[in-house]
């Protein structure tokens, strides 16, 4: 079955230091993969996608992901994780066979909270 | 400005009441899909459609309908709410391989 896995419920750093959630994925083909945060009372905002290409991604806000097919994995990033930077984190994969977003698959989420 | 505009925010009812959930998006999207959004759960797809009068099931169906008669609108009804359809709704859109934009929410509570 195709899935998503977000390994941790919730991670927490200290502003200035760099962060990492982490996505593993279960989907046939090349799938297309993408990270959206959400802010409280907030829908998901689109942060970056891979489709093909260079491994490493850059999106907005400053944070950035690593593509490892190897693996099956596509870890968001960011240097120097900011207080603002608190929120829902999803990542979703697309499987490519169906040709773009009529099957988007989200992980349950992952919660950042950065500490002053 | 654009956006995806759901109505209401917040809804609570009662189990059997039938409700419809609006959204609209003013970009011009070809596709556009509901969403609902259960702790430990993430996001489950309950419907999509990639056209005005095309629309397909998603992961969770049971118990909603859609309909697709303008492309600006995708209304999701629940015929029949029951406390298990609790949880909280996002409509989104999108055109192509662009991003999806969702809407802000709807929470609803059946009792």
């Known amino acids: 079955a195709q899935s998503v896995a977000q390994p941790e419920d919730q991670v927490n750093v200290a502003e200035g230091n760099p962060l990492t959630v982490k996505c593993t994925y279960s989907v046939s083909g090349n799938p297309y993969l993408f990270w959206y945060v959400q802010y409280p009372n907030r829908g998901l905002q689109f942060l970056l996608k891979?489709?093909?290409?260079?491994?490493l991604v850059k999106g907005s806000y400053g944070f950035e992901a690593e593509f490892n097919k190897s693996q099956t994995s596509f870890h968001l990033k960011k240097p120097s994780a900011l207080v603002s930077d608190s929120a829902l984190y999803f990542c979703?994969?697309?499987?490519?066979?169906?040709?773009?977003?009529?099957?988007?698959?989200f992980g349950a989420g992952t919660r950042l909270a950065v500490h002053p | 400005e654009a956006q995806v505009t759901q109505n209401p925010r917040y809804l609570i009812t009662v189990t059997g009441k039938k409700l419809t959930v609006t959204c609209s998006q003013n970009?011009?999207?070809?596709?556009m899909s509901w969403y609902r959004q259960d702790p430990g759960l993430g996001l489950r797809q309950i419907y999509y459609s990639m056209n005005v009068e095309v629309t397909d099931k998603g992961d969770v169906p049971e118990g909603y309908k859609v309909s697709r008669k303008e492309k600006r609108n995708f209304p999701l009804i629940l015929e029949s709410p029951s406390p298990n359809q609790t949880s909280l709704y996002f409509c989104?859109?999108?055109?192509?391989?662009?991003?999806?934009?969702f809407g802000n929410g709807t929470r609803l509570t059946v009792t």
């Open positions: 891979y489709i093909t290409g260079d491994n």
């Open positions: 989104a859109s999108a055109r192509g391989n662009s991003p999806l934009h």
């Open positions: 979703a994969v697309s499987p490519f066979f169906s040709g773009g977003y009529n099957k988007l698959i």
């Open positions: 970009m011009n999207h070809e596709y």
